[in-house]
């Protein structure tokens, strides 16, 4: 499960310092990229309330560690955030170069092989963007992107603008979002690129945006190169099915059946002796898409001649042949015809391969909501009931249904889920559940994703008293940010105080900073401050004594940082 914190809680990041950031066993070179860090933030922070005088002498600190930083594959992320500052203050020049500078930064990390992070130092950038945007920075979050030529969070980005009324820009954004991506000279990931786009923004609700894209997308796919191989047809029809589930999402239900139409042709002229399953993988494919869209008789006969060349399978590719019956058998099953699947299922002679056959019928049961009958399946699964039953309790999970999940795990004995069960409990924003779940299990490592789970949910208190007791000081600057955005802040600067560590509490007074007062709207805020003027809506929203408290806490940050 991803996202399931904001950017700042995610626990990877919090990880990640807890590594590096610890002063006892941190050497010379990790705190100085810590620095960088820490200077950067509140050099940020600066630039949001407007304080030039003092800012100015902050971000040339920020600026100097950022350029004197060890670990090139974070530099980029710095950079961009000084840079964000002078936009925000208006030096659009020095913050434009910056900006430049962080991307020619990043994409030399890339081409020379930077290991230190789990995305590559582009897609790092890619994901700051993101966050700036989420933050109301949307100005900023545009600038990056656009550089980075990123068509995909452009997309994204459009959204935003489409929600705030801002048609004409988010029209004029989306086109600059369409070229970058038809700009790309491989078909397929032109084709998928555009789909993605579409996604996106039919994830964020904008129907009529995401159909146009998909005629782009679709235009795309009808240019492949078929003369290259039998795989570029296969990839070209994926894309087309792509597509299809695209359409149908947004109630396009016609024009999800013309490319489906489309689509049978080229599934019917591949070949099925380079690639035996492809072919059959998308007669499935495309008969259960035929069936969500009402389309029964279509389906059937389309599963009909599945089944019939999965038979013919010549027997020297047994392995091939057993794959597809399990697709087939699981096709019927998602159509709804049990006793079709479980006929399939039982002619397929391995043992094993009829477990797990039997398995994804079990499974497509559940995802009918077919409970009973996949919980029968399970039971002759043989070795794989324990397997399946954890599936069908990810198909609770999935949907986010963490009590039904939790009420099947207890009823059938599923072992091996409570980690995810309590995860969901955490993802559902029901910390006390998931605190539950992990005394029940006894599982361990699962403090600090119930503690988060509880700031999250309002409860910084609860969050304090689990942590209180353990070496967990790592947990601090989110718990002091939780009773910040309570607007107790006397109680997260009392947090702050009591960290130890000098990285931790420069960290819990940059969070107290960014998240007192919090304003009445989180969506309002973030409306206001992309096309409201920043430095007056900071003042508006804080107001001048309010100001000063953020500003003293600024201080006090980048003292704990300068004595580092």
């Known amino acids: 499960m991803t996202q399931r914190l904001k950017p700042f809680t ?197 129907t009529e945006l995401t159909s146009s894209v998909l005629e782009q997308a679709l235009e795309s796919n009808g240019a492949f190169d078929l003369a290259q191989s039998n795989e570029a047809a296969s990839l070209q029809v994926s894309s087309l099915l792509w597509i299809t589930k695209e359409f149908a999402a947004i109630g396009a239900e016609q024009q999800a059946i013309a490319v489906l139409d489309q689509a049978m042709p080229k599934i019917q002229a591949l070949s099925n002796q380079s690639f035996p399953l492809d072919r059959i993988n998308h007669q499935v494919d495309a008969a259960l898409q ?131 069960v309590a995860i969901g409990y955490v993802d559902a924003g029901q910390p006390d559940q998931a605190l539950q779940i992990v005394q029940h299990g006894r599982l361990e490592g699962f403090v600090p994703d119930v503690a988060l789970a509880y700031v999250e949910a309002g409860q910084p208190d609860q969050a304090l008293q689990m942590v209180e007791n353990q070496q967990m000081e790592w947990l601090l600057p989110e718990i002091a940010r939780g009773f910040a955005q309570q607007g107790q802040l006397d109680t997260a600067l009392q947090v702050a105080e009591s960290i130890n560590s000098g990285v931790y509490k420069a960290q819990a007074l940059i969070a107290i900073a960014r998240s007192y007062p919090t304003p009445t709207s989180a969506e309002q805020g973030r409306l206001q401050s992309i096309f409201a003027n920043l430095v007056d809506f900071t003042q508006g929203l804080f107001g001048d004594s309010s100001r000063e408290k953020v500003a003293e806490v600024l201080e006090q940050a980048l003292e704990v940082t300068q004595s580092l």
Request: with cysteine; proline share 2%.
């Open 10 to 206: 995610q626990l990877a990041a919090i990880a990640l310092m807890a590594i590096v950031g610890l002063p006892a066993r941190a050497n010379a070179i990790e705190i100085a990229d810590i620095k960088a860090q820490l200077l950067s933030d509140i050099a940020f922070q600066y630039a949001e309330l407007g304080d030039s005088e003092r800012l100015n002498e902050v971000l040339n600190q920020a600026l100097d560690s950022t350029e004197a930083m060890n670990s090139q594959c974070f530099q980029a992320n710095r950079l961009a955030k000084v840079a964000g500052s002078y936009l925000l203050i208006g030096q659009d020049a020095q913050g434009k170069q910056l900006l430049a500078d962080a991307i020619e930064t990043a994409r030399r990390q890339e081409a020379t092989g930077c290991s230190s992070s789990a995305t590559s130092p582009t897609e790092s950038l890619a994901n700051r963007a993101r966050e700036y945007a989420e933050a109301g920075h949307l100005d900023l979050a545009i600038e990056l992107s656009s550089g980075l030529g990123d068509p995909v969070t452009l997309a994204e980005f459009v959204g935003y603008l489409a929600q705030a009324g801002q048609t004409e820009r988010a029209t004029e954004l989306l086109d600059q979002a369409i070229t970058l991506a038809q700009s790309i000279d491989d078909q397929y990931s032109k084709t998928q690129i555009l789909t993605v786009m579409a996604q996106r923004l039919r994830l964020a609700g904008h």
């Open 290 to 420: 035929y069936g969500e869209l009402g389309q029964q008789s279509q389906a059937v006969a389309i599963l009909t001649e599945a089944w019939a060349e999965a038979k013919a399978l010549p027997s020297n590719s047994s392995r091939f042949q057993e794959d597809a019956v399990s697709r087939v058998a699981y096709g019927y099953a998602k159509l709804g015809d049990l006793e079709q699947a479980l006929q399939i299922a039982q002619s397929i002679q391995s043992t094993m391969e009829r477990e797990i056959v039997f398995q994804r019928i079990a499974i497509a049961q559940a995802e009918a909501s077919n409970i009973e009958a996949a919980v029968e399946l399970a039971q002759s699964s043989g070795s794989r009931r324990n397997a399946t039953l954890i599936e069908i309790t990810r198909h609770y999970l999935i949907n986010k249904q963490p009590d039904q999940a939790w009420d099947f795990v207890q009823a059938h004995q599923v072992k091996g889920i409570l980690s995810e």
